[in-house]
């Protein structure tokens, strides 16, 4: 096994796309017409009507998506024209918000313990999907109307721009589920999909952060990213009493198009399980699977150049990784000065998340937005074309928060050409700071600052730096006093490490690893470090890249 690669450290600065899905705080319903009446606009391109017969169950119409998908990819890529004048398709984000779903307009209001809203077109989503409904053997569209939503403040005057417009054409932006997560008495939104092919969820007593999507093409490269987008959705009725619904969608791009299956448990850790057939249009140069992106301005382990009165500022403050061989690794996040993107390489990985690990309040002193509580996302691979390949982490330098700079995602080894076809089953989770099947003791703290000591008459450079890693829990490490022999066993790729120290604190839960390191030739030092007790592990490794220039 290998550790982190340092792959490229350029200096290029990227915002956020306008394809980014942006959170939300409003609804929407629908009315129920025959399928002809809202046809897929990727369907029309490719000529392809998803015809239904009496009895459609589920899996049926899944392969029938599929097909489709497997049709669009043989067939030229067709870009989606906004339906939107200029003006309407332009709006801000304030006057965006104005535009308010009506919740009793929801699709199967009091009826099921899930209803579906959906969002307007405007602001940076002018593409309308398509959504459908499964019920009763039978697929059946869903179409825009304008009497599902309030226009208010703001928004009230473009009441009459909209009502010139095709109501048949508009469709809308995206959709969100809601379910009584929290309580019985009120329905929260557990999952959106809004903006190309991301998808937020939230499990029990969180709020959204990080975001899944359903693929990631060319992130990180010189010819640009690719952002392949959901065009349509199908929605599977489920029962009354039911914790479990199931959506399908079709996506598109010039590259790739695809058929997933998403099967959605809510719980105390909200539960997808994605089944995503892949088709290549054209050759991807990188192809990235079960992508997640965060967003991390600064943080314990930040070199402080923030004027903030925020101590910590993300929505995810690592990666972690569960190898085929069985090794935890966790990688705290950083804002770099350049772009870094980093890679660890496995075969059939068990696992691999932007976790929210820090759930206390005082960590942020945030009390409009509860960084406490975002969610940490889990990928589990399960069946399907994971062979070789990495866990890629690319970390984008940004000067807000509004901008996610932190991706992650599977990129397998094989190439993916022009006619291929693949298959990755997944299963995606929400937790709070920790699983329950990692049972090392894990980092809870990572700082670094200047490695002088007090009151020296000749001090060191400030690129001396001296790092502090913490640890807790874990069956041993917990039962151990200070007076066992924990040793850290840590390797550098590059630069001169000193004063390697282990201790417990004085809470008696917390060992300490402390170090100095001297950067060699100005370049990034790439660490590995871990606990060990007579030569067996007690920690999840910690890993590190630690670029000189940050100090610049």
């Known amino acids: 096994m290998t550790v982190w690669q340092c792959l490229a450290t350029i200096a290029l600065m990227y915002g956020m796309s306008a394809a980014q899905a942006q959170e939300s705080t409003q609804q929407v319903t629908a009315q129920v017409t025959t399928e002809g009446d809202a046809q897929s606009a990727v369907a029309t391109a490719a000529n392809i009507?998803?015809?239904?017969?009496?009895?459609?169950?589920?899996?049926?119409?899944?392969?029938?998506?599929?097909?489709?998908?497997?049709?669009?990819?043989?067939?030229?890529?067709?870009?989606?024209?906004?339906?939107?004048?200029?003006?309407?398709?332009?709006?801000?984000?304030?006057?965006?918000?104005?535009?308010?779903?009506?919740?009793?307009?929801?699709?199967?209001?009091?009826?099921?313990?899930?209803?579906?809203?959906?969002?307007?077109?405007?602001?940076?989503?002018?593409?309308?999907?398509?959504?459908?409904?499964?019920?009763?053997?039978?697929?059946?569209?869903?179409?825009?109307?304008?009497?599902?939503?309030?226009?208010?403040?703001?928004?009230a005057r473009l009441r009459e721009e909209f009502a010139k417009l095709d109501q048949r054409q508009l469709g809308f932006a995206g959709l969100r589920l809601h379910y009584p997560l929290n309580t019985p008495y009120r329905k929260d939104e557990l999952l959106a999909y809004l903006g190309a092919s991301y998808f937020r969820l939230a499990g029990r007593g969180q709020d959204y952060g990080v975001s899944a999507r359903g693929l990631a093409v060319d992130t990180a490269t010189q010819g640009g990213e690719e952002f392949p987008?959901?065009?349509?959705?199908?929605?599977?009725?489920?029962?009354?009493?039911?914790?479990t619904i199931t959506v399908f969608a079709l996506l598109d791009s010039p590259s790739v198009?695809?058929?997933?299956?998403?099967?959605?448990?809510?719980?105390?850790?909200?539960?997808?399980?994605?089944?995503?057939?892949?088709?290549?249009?054209?050759?991807?140069?990188?192809?990235?699977?079960?992508?997640?992106?965060?967003?991390?301005?600064?943080?314990?382990?930040?070199?402080?150049?923030?004027?903030?009165?925020?101590?910590?500022?993300?929505?995810?403050?690592?990666?972690?990784?569960?190898?085929?061989?069985?090794?935890?690794?966790?990688?705290?996040?950083?804002?770099?000065?350049?772009?870094?993107?980093?890679?660890?390489?496995?075969?059939?990985?068990?696992?691999?998340?932007?976790?929210q690990r820090d759930r206390d309040f005082d960590s942020y002193l945030d009390d409009e937005v509860d960084y406490q509580r975002r969610p940490s996302l889990w990928i589990e691979p399960r069946e399907g074309d994971w062979n070789e390949g990495g866990v890629e982490l690319v970390e984008i330098p940004v000067d807000s928060e509004v901008?996610?700079?932190?991706?992650?995602?599977?990129?397998?080894?094989?190439?993916?050409?022009?006619?291929?076809?693949?298959?990755?089953?997944?299963?995606?989770?929400?937790?709070?700071?920790?699983?329950?099947?990692?049972?090392?003791?894990?980092?809870?703290?990572?700082?670094?600052?200047?490695?002088?000591?007090?009151?020296?008459?000749?001090?060191?450079?400030?690129?001396?730096?001296?790092?502090?890693?913490?640890?807790?829990?874990?069956?041993?490490?917990?039962?151990?006093?200070?007076?066992?022999?924990?040793?850290?066993?840590?390797?550098?790729?590059?630069?001169?490490?000193?004063?390697?120290?282990?201790?417990?604190l004085p809470d008696g839960k917390t060992w300490r690893a402390t170090f100095k390191l001297a950067p060699q030739d100005n370049e990034s030092a790439d660490m590995q470090l871990k606990l060990m007790l007579r030569g067996s592990t007690l920690t999840e490794t910690w890993s590190y890249i630690w670029n000189p220039n940050v100090l610049q």
């Open 257 to 355: 198009a695809g058929a997933y299956r998403f099967d959605i448990e809510a719980s105390n850790n909200t539960v997808v399980d994605v089944d995503a057939r892949l088709f290549a249009r054209d050759d991807v140069a990188k192809l990235g699977v079960a992508p997640l992106t965060s967003m991390f301005m600064h943080g314990e382990n930040s070199v402080d150049r923030h004027d903030d009165f925020r101590p910590e500022v993300h929505d995810s403050d690592g990666m972690l990784m569960h190898t085929s061989s069985g090794q935890w690794i966790w990688r705290p996040l950083s804002n770099p000065v350049t772009l870094n993107v980093s890679q660890l390489r496995d075969t059939s990985p068990l696992g691999f998340g932007l976790m």
């Open 403 to 504: 901008h996610d700079n932190i991706v992650a995602y599977w990129v397998p080894d094989a190439e993916f050409r022009a006619g291929d076809e693949r298959r990755y089953q997944y299963r995606l989770s929400t937790y709070n700071e920790s699983l329950p099947q990692e049972q090392l003791g894990r980092v809870i703290r990572t700082r670094q600052g200047w490695g002088a000591k007090s009151r020296e008459s000749d001090p060191p450079p400030h690129s001396l730096r001296r790092f502090i890693v913490d640890f807790r829990g874990g069956e041993e490490l917990a039962s151990l006093n200070g007076s066992q022999p924990v040793e850290a066993k840590l390797t550098v790729a590059r630069g001169e490490v000193s004063e390697l120290r282990v201790k417990q």
């Open 49 to 155: 009507r998803l015809e239904t017969s009496p009895e459609v169950t589920p899996e049926a119409l899944f392969d029938r998506v599929t097909e489709l998908a497997r049709e669009t990819a043989s067939s030229e890529y067709q870009q989606p024209q906004s339906p939107l004048p200029e003006a309407l398709s332009r709006l801000n984000h304030d006057t965006y918000r104005d535009i308010r779903f009506r919740k009793d307009s929801a699709l199967w209001h009091d009826e099921r313990l899930f209803e579906v809203e959906f969002f307007h077109l405007g602001f940076l989503y002018d593409t309308p999907v398509d959504v459908h409904v499964l019920e009763d053997g039978q697929v059946k569209a869903l179409n825009f109307d304008m009497k599902m939503f309030n226009y208010e403040k703001n928004a």
């Open 229 to 243: 987008a959901f065009r349509s959705f199908w929605l599977v009725k489920p029962e009354p009493e039911s914790s």
